[in-house]
């Protein structure tokens, strides 16, 4: 079985600071991670992904994550966050489900407010 | 692009009504359709997903179904709703066999 663990559930941080946020997870198989951005009253919008390759993975908004297998961790990091940052984060893995199929696991999410 | 639609974005409807909720996916064919809630300290659920038309895979029992009548649409409905059915519900998309899912808008759903 797969599971996400975020290890924070608030993290504010005062603006053009840098961020991390935590995440965790277990698997017995080979994973594939993502981060997703939920800003308020929104779906959720991509920041990036893990499938193989390079273990610092880039996405958008100046966000970056690094992937490290031996402390199955997947954190997301910024290193100077801006007001419009403020969001709820969720990392999650993804496991295939069969006939064509993945699905994703969340972690509960992270609160990130950026303070002025 | 792919582009993907839900509504009505905002829904309050009382205990015992019906509800149907309508996500359709433009841009792609025959892409897996899911069905995912986010109540208030339960995280983001999957409750349905779908790999084609009419084929239906149902993750939680619940009080809600779902169906699949075209390529790239997906309803949520439930026939009588409970107070513990409000949430925020997303509906999301993936190419065959992609390991990369989208989500749409999100959909609004209070119980009174």
């Known amino acids: 079985a797969q599971s996400v663990t975020q290890l924070d559930s608030q993290v504010p941080v005062f603006e053009e600071a840098p961020v991390e946020l935590r995440c965790n997870y277990s698997?017995?198989?080979?994973?594939?991670l993502f981060w997703y951005v939920q800003y308020p009253n929104q779906g959720l919008q991509l920041l990036l992904k893990?499938?193989?390759?390079?273990?610092l993975v880039k996405g958008i908004n100046g966000f970056e994550a690094e992937f490290n297998k031996s402390q199955t961790s997947f954190h997301l990091r910024k290193p100077s966050v801006h007001i419009s940052d403020t969001a709820e984060y969720f990392c999650?893995?993804?496991?295939?489900?069969?006939?064509?199929?993945?699905?994703?696991?969340f972690g509960k999410g992270t609160k990130l407010s950026v303070i002025p | 692009s792919q582009t993907i639609h839900q509504w009505p974005a905002t829904l309050v409807q009382p205990v015992g009504s019906p509800l149907s909720l309508e996500c359709t996916v433009e841009?792609?064919?025959?892409?897996?359709l899911y069905w995912y809630r986010q109540a208030a300290g339960r995280g983001l659920q999957l409750l349905f997903y779908?790999?084609?038309?009419?084929?239906i895979s149902s993750e939680v029992p619940q009080n809600l179904s779902a169906s699949r009548p075209q390529d790239r649409q997906f309803i949520l409905s439930s026939k009588k709703l409970l107070l513990s059915d409000s949430g925020f519900y997303l509906c999301?998309?993936?190419?065959?066999?992609?390991?990369?899912?989208?989500f749409g808008e999100g959909s609004w759903l209070t119980v009174v």
């Open positions: 999301a998309w993936s190419v065959t066999d992609g390991n990369t899912i989208y």
């Open positions: 698997s017995s198989v080979s994973v594939y």
């Open positions: 893990y499938l193989s390759g390079s273990t």
């Open positions: 999650a893995v993804i496991k295939y489900s069969g006939a064509g199929s993945y699905q994703l696991t």
């Open positions: 841009g792609t064919s025959n892409p897996n």
């Open positions: 779908s790999v084609g038309i009419g084929q």
